[in-house]
């Protein structure tokens, strides 16, 4: 059981150091059904702070894994018609989005195929509707999470539900700076210093971003109109917001058909109901064209996967973290994208930001890929080992240190 306390410190982050909410906002919130505790909580504080409108949309993984699970064929109904049609009127309209979920590590790998590819399908539907206004910059919005027992022992297995659950809280609150006395005034100040990083990496305008060390030599050319993000990002409207808690990276799309070399990967991967540990991936002209692991199913596997999305061999995202990480400090794998991708530079496969390229959200898709940016119905992260990596960024010839076995060394402001 989490403390009051620590949930109400929480609901502060979230309100206050991510989204910034203010008098007169409207605010959607996603939960998960087991959190109506935290959702009161979260509506409480941000009747505090002037919002006008709150609207709590619960969800529920495992309701969602039963209507799969007993053979319907029907797609599983969290939202109806008229509350998808009511969010995206609100979205376009200003208002905030929070989401907060519960990772239920593995769930639907034990569907039988065909209702795992049915739910994939329909999940990946609904997921793009309202992941494309976070695509194109045209919401202020933050993820976080909230733990739950079948994630706790899958993270720690060895210990009794309840144990499992504080020790997997512990870990989360500390990645999250919780521990410290002002967290969501320590959220906006790391906000600023990854701000400052990917500033920097904008003025200096790199053509080409080197990632060296421990069998990898890949080159990766960015968009002539690349943009870095990362820290705070900024809505047309002005108003800032850190989109997700926990955030440690700065981030850009590679050019899509950019990446050119090998990529040695030594960081646990989720993929097909299990964790690969290391892999090998080639690439030419930026398209994913050899796979090496001694788990041959899982080289099969992935090309497999990623060849359903048009698109899907390419890379979408490049993100450099450094050591300073407060989810790297926790010196653990956390079974969420979200938390374990905020602890290593990564990758991702599949679709492209928009707000990667300048004006990006203004751009057809037709003018997005002419621009260099990847279109796909898929986002695929997948972390590496930047504790034994060299990062650096090519401009005119000239190549400037950026990482240094994990640690940040390009100077900014």
């Not at 376009?92 to 039988?112: D, H, I």
């Not at 390419?314 to 050591?323: D, K, P, Q, T």
């Not at 407060?326 to 679709?351: I, L, T």
Request: glycine share 8%; aromatic share 12%.
């Amino acid at each position: 059981m989490i403390a009051m306390h620590e949930l109400e410190r929480y609901a502060e982050i979230m309100l206050r150091g991510a989204l910034d909410v203010q008098a007169g906002d409207q605010l959607i919130l996603f939960i998960p059904d087991a959190y109506q505790n935290m959702a009161e909580i979260i509506k409480a504080s941000a009747q505090k702070l002037g919002c006008r409108k709150i609207d709590v949309f619960y969800d529920s993984k495992m309701d969602e894994w039963n209507h799969y699970a007993s053979g319907k064929t029907d797609k599983y109904i969290w939202l109806s018609e008229e509350e998808f049609g009511y969010i995206e009127h609100a979205i376009v309209s200003g208002a905030l989005l929070l989401v907060m979920r519960s990772e239920y590590f593995g769930l639907f790998e034990s569907l039988p195929p065909e209702a795992k590819q049915l739910r994939t399908a329909c999940y990946m539907q609904d997921f793009f509707r309202i992941f494309k206004y976070v695509q194109a910059d045209q919401v202020q919005y933050c993820l976080g999470a909230l733990p739950n027992p079948h994630w706790a022992k899958t993270v720690f297995p060895q210990l009794s539900d309840g144990e499992a659950l504080a020790a997997l809280w512990d870990k989360m609150s500390k990645a999250i700076y919780l521990d410290t006395p002002m967290p969501y005034e320590t959220w906006r100040k790391r906000a600023v210093t990854l701000t400052e990083r990917r500033n920097a990496l904008n003025d200096y305008g790199f053509d080409e971003i080197r990632f060296q060390g421990d069998g990898t030599d890949l080159v990766v050319k960015l968009p002539q109109k690349a943009q870095w993000q990362g820290g705070l990002l900024k809505r047309p409207n002005g108003r800032e917001f850190i989109p997700n808690i926990p955030t440690e990276e700065v981030f850009t799309t590679p050019l899509r058909d950019g990446a050119s070399g090998t990529l040695a990967v030594n960081k646990d991967f989720f993929f097909g109901g299990s964790l690969v540990p290391s892999y090998t991936l080639t690439f030419e002209n930026g398209k994913l064209t050899d796979v090496f692991s001694p788990r041959l199913e899982f080289a099969e596997k992935l090309l497999q996967s990623l060849d359903e999305y048009e698109g899907g061999r390419y890379l979408g995202e490049i993100a450099l973290v450094s050591n300073d990480a407060g989810v790297k400090r926790q010196n653990m794998f956390f079974y969420d994208m979200v938390y374990d991708e905020n602890a290593s530079c990564h990758f991702a496969f599949g679709s492209s930001y928009r707000n990667t390229i300048v004006e990006g959200d203004r751009l057809s898709d037709g003018e997005f890929v002419a621009a260099g940016g990847n279109l796909c119905q898929m986002h695929m992260d997948f972390m590496i080992d930047s504790e034994n990596m060299r990062v650096s960024g090519m401009k005119d010839g000239d190549s400037h240190l950026i990482l240094d076995n994990g640690n940040w060394v390009l100077k900014y402001k």
